[in-house]
């Protein structure tokens, strides 16, 4: 009975390890400026936050 448990807690403990990934969570995917006049300069702020378990690598950003 103790090497079932043994192997169960050992199986439960390290199956997470190969599963490490990163995960992004942004809340604001879009932000409506409203009527802007010609030639304003506009800027936001986007929060971005890894809820995974890995190291997050935001390797390229292209704004659209």
């Not at 599963?19 to 304003?40: C, N, T």
């Amino acid at each position: 009975m103790r090497s079932w448990f043994l192997a169960a807690l050992f199986t439960l403990t390290f199956s997470g390890l190969g599963y490490a990934e990163p995960k992004i969570l942004i809340p604001e995917m879009r932000w409506d400026f409203g009527h802007v006049p010609q030639q304003s300069v506009l800027t936001h702020d986007y929060w971005i936050k890894n809820i995974g378990t890995d190291t997050l690598k935001i390797i390229r950003v292209k704004p659209g």
